[in-house]
């Protein structure tokens, strides 16, 4: 059998505070870490190159999205067998890694979805209930996910249209391939997300559910 490699791929838009301990407690989980740096104004990119992490850098903000997209697919030029999405501003605990990619190693599940103890914005209710009743998850918008590589390489891209990291996850149940849910921990974030305050966040995820609702394409 091949030889497995995990990969993170984590979105960071200034994280200089929260980067560095977040890439050394990931590296004891992982392969390798790739990190989408999103024209950060601070020391993101320095510092996870220092870090060991493989470093895309913008020079203009594409968004977490499309810098997802690029992150897997380098992730899938490197050679991952399972790549796992990490979120860079310490909320998420390295720990709780081995639990997400373990079902994939073990050939058990396709993709992992972590479910953190609770949500900050009504939005994010409102996703968890379509997602509840499409995919049998509860938190379709944790930032900590891992996937089989098959399940990239099949569908062929992350996202295209912002899902706010939620589209390869509705296409693999539409491929019939098995998702399941691990319960994760949250820490609180120190400083302000980097997702926009609350209108604007809520208003994002609305426009995310919509979308994934309407939508028919492949
Ligand atoms: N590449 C990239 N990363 C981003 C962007 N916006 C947010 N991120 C990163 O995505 C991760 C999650 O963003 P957060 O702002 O913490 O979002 P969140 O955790 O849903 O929001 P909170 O629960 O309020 O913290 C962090 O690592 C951010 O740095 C972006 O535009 N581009
Ligand atoms: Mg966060």
Redesign the pocket.
Known sequence: MAEKKVIAV??????ENTISEVIRGVKKYVNEIIL???ASTDKTSIIAQREGAVVISYKK????DK?INDGFALAEKRGATTISTF???G?HNPEDIPKIIESILDGEADVVVGKRPHY?RIAEYLFALVAKIKLNIDDP?C?LKAYHINVYKDVGYFDRFSSIGTQLLFNAKRRGYRIVQRNITLNE?KDT???GKRFK?NWKILKAIIKILCWRGK
């Open positions: 984590i979105p960071a838009l200034n994280e989408v740096d999103d903000n594409k968004g977490y810098s979120d860079g501003d909320q900050t918008l930032g974030r997300p980097r997702f966040a």
